[in-house]
């Protein structure tokens, strides 16, 4: 039963410059961001723990924006810089001691997921377009590339190695890990061709996204495997957008891949199991839409 109360003065600054001769626009914004600290809700007593800190961070974005071709061609980019001090984040089935007691063959009494503090960084590359091949055919993608890692020396809690005597769970460095399981390059590429009748449209678009491979500590190997997915669409519509009726095929060549894994489940005794839960993409699927607008 404890009460806390946070406060914080955040804020940006942006610099914009727009070209007269073309249209393109550059601009410079730097800022601060936040969030309060809180407390895991869990039915064992984690000691020193239990409650996580206040997040701090500050950010730079530097880019530009253009229209050219006669408006035919959008063309984005920025780089990106954010510093963080105690980021928030969280780590899931924590072999722990309840309130530092092991049992009496030393074994972990419990597992836990906890929310925890550690400092990193975050830094990468954004690229956008879209663009007009003529009256009915459109493409369009984006491609970005995210550095995300805890900065050295930061220790997070792990299921790696014992825990200390005393302690409610044991601590490792986690300087160069990646936040969470999110890609360092990821790209897509969509593209849509329309046939217009007289009184609606035929079209057939197509989405390819790629996810380059992801360091995961919990996964086999330490790693989860790049992989594509592509989607087809063939449908007709209203011209004036009212209604749209289309067939689908979302992952049309039933790429099997592994989005996230989890630490291996552990039994009453605290030993593990072996079992782990796997997030994967879904498999091909099939299926029809309709939509109208009133």
Known sequence: LQDRSYDKVTGNATLQYAFDSEDITTYLTTGTSYRPGGATVSARDLGPYQEFLEE???????????????????????????????????????????????????????????????????????????YLLGAN??????LSYVEAEYKDGTRIPCNDGDIPAGSVLNTCDVGGETLGTQPPLSASLRSEYTIPFDSFDSYVRGLYRFVDRRDDRDANGGELGAYAIFDLHAGLRDPADVWDVSVFVRNLFDREAKQDVQPVYRDFNGDPTGYQKVQVEPGRLVGISATYRF
């Open 56 to 130: 701090d961070s500050w950010f730079v974005e530097a880019g530009v924006k253009s229209s050219l071709l006669d408006n035919r061609l959008r063309l984005n980019a920025a780089v990106f810089y954010q510093d963080y001090s105690d980021y928030i984040g969280r780590v899931n089935r924590i072999a722990i001691n309840n309130g530092g007691v092991p049992r009496p063959d030393g074994s972990p009494t419990h597992e836990t997921s906890l929310t925890t503090n550690g400092d990193a960084e975050v830094m990468g590359v954004e690229l956008d377009f879209e």
């Open 137 to 142: 055919w459109q493409i369009a993608g984006g």
